[in-house]
């Protein structure tokens, strides 16, 4: 058995950003054009008017204040209202694997490793663009690794689940080194005609290199002291788009093909088991919460974060102790804790004790453990 670490990260940040205000104009652009065209409809209650949404809002219920996309022209059009990706041949790489090779790289550089290194690679994300081949074996292609590759996706929790499958495979001595990469196109899977929802996600990719302790060399490790991992089922956070739809002709089109949640209900449901998840984790590996020097936790809402810090800790946490990058990068599902991760580590002592964790839609949650060499 081998002690394994994680020696680098890598963040693919898309060049385009959309703020709050510009998302408003065009969600309420639609909003307008919507109520004039079922004026009627709506005056005889046969059509729901809709409202209009407002920057405020948006920052007060989430947090966020701007998102990076791949695609910023479509999802600002209020005819079109989401992003336009034109497909690629098939001898052309696809977009995730673009977005995972350039987060790929730049975790390989912080490791000190190469392509050569590296014996598999898992491509852990909420959004699939296809079922097959794997996004996986098409990143191992580009960057010229031998060995194999996987997708998996368990939501917003599959970095952390990731992390878990690379460091059994390095521990058990079936490879030396795996690269985990979360290429995350969630603004493809959003409605944007949804108040309630138009504002949560944006796009990026992250990487993460775990390997051998005993063959790390880079500057930027840090011990996998233990995982964790939960599952139990809820269709609270839901998306039901998929290749029998078209043998269902009545649910093409529906909003349930898109992101669809309960938010109060997930916010209720999901805070405390995280909370006693980490918590249980730590008292697992007779640690206590009070020597967590960071809390690297997944980006999908500003209170559910200060929530569960604060039922951990006891009181409200520093911005020191758990990071944030929703108010500039929204929800960007797996990729979004290995974000405060990849930007927030660096400032750490040797020795500091840290957890990186996610929870999303199944509902799944993770919890890494890690300690700074």
Known sequence: MHNVVISGTGLFTPANSISNEELVESFNTYVHQ??????????????????????????????????FVMDKDGILDPQRMA????????????????????????????????????DGVIVACSNLQRAYPAIAIEVQAALGIQGFGFDMNVACSSATFGI?????????????????????????????????????????????????????????????VSTKL??????????????????AEEGIGAPDKLFVQEGRKVFRDVCPMVAELI???????????????????????LSMNHLIVKKLLGREASVEEAPVILDTYANTSSAGSVIAFHKYQDDLSSGALAV????????SIGSVLLRKR
């Not at 969630?186 to 005609?193: E, Q």
């Open 279 to 301: 918590a249980a984790h730590l008292e697992e590996n007779q640690l206590n919460v009070g020597d967590v020097k960071r809390f690297w936790l997944h980006q999908a809402n």
């Open 83 to 118: 992003p336009r990706l034109p497909e690629r041949s098939n001898d052309e790489w696809s977009v995730l694997c673009q977005m995972a090779v350039a987060a790929a790289e730049q975790a390989l550089q912080r490791a000190g490793k190469t392509a050569a290194d590296i």
């Open 230 to 247: 939960l599952t139990q089922f809820s269709n609270n956070i839901r998306n039901n788009f998929g290749f029998l739809n078209r043998t």
């Open 164 to 224: 878990q499958a690379a460091a059994n495979s390095v521990q058990l001595g079936q490879a030396r080194a795996i690269l985990m990469v979360n290429p995350e196109v969630c603004t493809g899977h959003l409605n944007f005609r949804d108040r309630d929802s138009h504002f949560i996600f944006g796009d990026a990719a992250t990487a993460v290199i775990i390997e051998r302790a005993d063959l790390a060399t880079s500057k930027h490790q840090f011990d996998i």
């Open 356 to 363: 990186l964790s996610s929870f999303g839609a199944g509902y």
């Open 34 to 67: 919507f109520n004039r065209d079922n004026a009627a409809a709506i005056e005889r209650g046969e059509v729901q008017a809709l409202t209009e949404s407002n920057a405020a809002f948006i920052e007060k219920a989430s947090g966020i204040k701007s998102r």
